[in-house]
């Protein structure tokens, strides 16, 4: 079968971030079994090295450069151009900013000429690519790692917005946005169930399939020993908005009260391209900010507990799964956990919850002191990731999709 797979974030090497893990793993799966056409976009900061990387995992790779942001002489003009583009398109400015003519033909051209038989968007700010008639002859897969819809009305519900009256008026677009989309695709695909549950109020006859993220076993094996100790740590690409806001909660709120009773306490924000604010934690006591590292594995099995204390950001967190594929015990919030079977009844504990200061500071005194509850976590975390969250079970999911009759 020949697959046409669509994804303007240049998704080599995985170890860039979230959306790049998801695409590259299930790339990697389904090029077992088909034909696969990726296009994508290059930014500045991908290298030749990399784009010939890449190009040993498909039968075909086109690459674009990815356009340049039109800037206004003026901020204010710049966000009201932005506002009445969204009014009037009823595409958000984040997809625009990526959208390529080029690219857009080239794909037209392709479609127009029968060379594939699935198109795949890999991330739901590739659908402004596809054309509405396109399903018409061809299988049109969106795979959506997030709702914009969701997103949005969590971080207003949860005074996480860091712009609360564009939020408002965003809101309602992009509720329409969201809905108008979806209908151009003979199937969709969400990570967590919550998704699935946003979307199909859109479209109840929607076809809309779960499949979480999942974790590469060999690149996060489960750590030999507990290293005890007071050491915390989060990972995550530190110039997303969402982990800005934990990690900046969790330094500011939490850990100066864990410091009072553990003062060795240390908390390691482990990720790429710190944000100014993730940079001016380093400032603090006990806070070390790495920037990128070579393992962040490394740094897992070295940590006594991993913090996953998100606010917003809808999704499956890569994160989570992979500080619980490494064996370290986890705390976190009902966002950092959410898709994940950790706690209730008749489910072994496989993290502690948290989502107020004082819930962390219970949770992280309870491990910091308990070796046993350690070792409870680990195992059985472990073990919901071998059993569930791989790469292997996701890309056979996926692959079934896209296999399945029109």
């Not at 303007?8 to 090497?13: E, G, K, R």
């Not at 969106?142 to 008026?169: M, W």
């Not at 695909?189 to 590469?216: H, M, R, S």
């Not at 553990?262 to 790495?290: E, H, M």
Request: hydrophobic share 35%.
């Amino acid at each position: 079968m020949q697959i046409l797979m669509l994804s303007s974030t240049f998704p080599y090497p995985p170890t860039r971030g979230g959306t790049q893990v998801r695409t590259f793993n299930l790339l990697k799966y389904l090029r077992q079994y088909h034909s696969i056409t990726l296009v994508t976009q290059r930014e500045s900061d991908v290298m030749d090295a990399e784009i010939a990387g890449l190009r040993e995992c498909v039968d075909n790779l086109v690459v674009f450069d990815r356009p340049s942001e039109q800037v206004s002489s003026a901020e204010i003009p710049k966000k009201i151009q932005r506002l009445s583009s969204f009014l009037f398109t009823g595409t958000p400015p984040n997809v625009l900013n990526r959208y390529s003519i080029e690219m857009q033909s080239w794909i037209d051209n392709f479609v127009k000429s029968s060379k594939c038989d699935v198109i795949t968007c890999e991330h739901s700010v590739n659908e402004i690519y596809i054309r509405p008639d396109f399903q018409t002859h061809v299988k049109t897969i969106i795979n959506i790692h997030s709702s914009v819809y969701g997103t949005c009305l969590n971080q207003l519900a949860t005074g996480t917005s860091e712009n609360q009256l564009r939020d408002k008026i965003n809101l309602p677009l992009l509720r329409r946005y969201e809905q108008n989309y979806c209908s151009k695709f003979s199937n969709i695909v969400v990570t967590t169930a919550e998704d699935k549950e946003q979307l199909q109020k859109f479209n109840p006859k929607a076809e809309i399939a779960v499949i979480p993220n999942g974790v590469d076993l060999v690149s996060f094996p489960k750590r030999l020993q507990d290293p005890g100790g007071h050491r915390i740590i989060f990972i995550g690409a530190m110039d997303n908005l969402a982990n800005i806001d934990a990690v900046c909660f969790f330094s500011n709120e939490v850990l100066p009260e864990i410091q009072k009773l553990y003062p060795d306490t240390t908390f390691d924000i482990v990720g790429s391209r710190p944000d100014s604010a993730v940079l001016a934690l380093g400032q603090k006591p006990g806070i070390n900010v790495t920037g990128s590292v070579p393992s962040m594995v490394e740094y897992l099995h070295k940590s006594t507990v991993c913090v996953v204390p998100m606010r917003t950001g809808f999704g499956i967190k890569n994160k989570t799964l992979e500080a619980m594929a490494a064996g370290i015990p986890v705390v976190g919030s009902d966002r950092g956990v959410e898709g994940l079977a950790v706690d209730g009844i008749n489910t072994p504990i496989r993290a502690l919850r948290a989502n107020q200061t004082t819930e962390y500071i219970s949770a992280i005194t309870q491990l910091f002191e308990q070796p046993k509850l350690r070792q409870q976590l680990s195992t059985c975390a472990r073990e919901l990731i071998e059993t569930q969250f791989t790469w292997e079970i996701a890309g056979q999911r996926y692959n079934q999709i896209c296999s399945e009759k029109k």
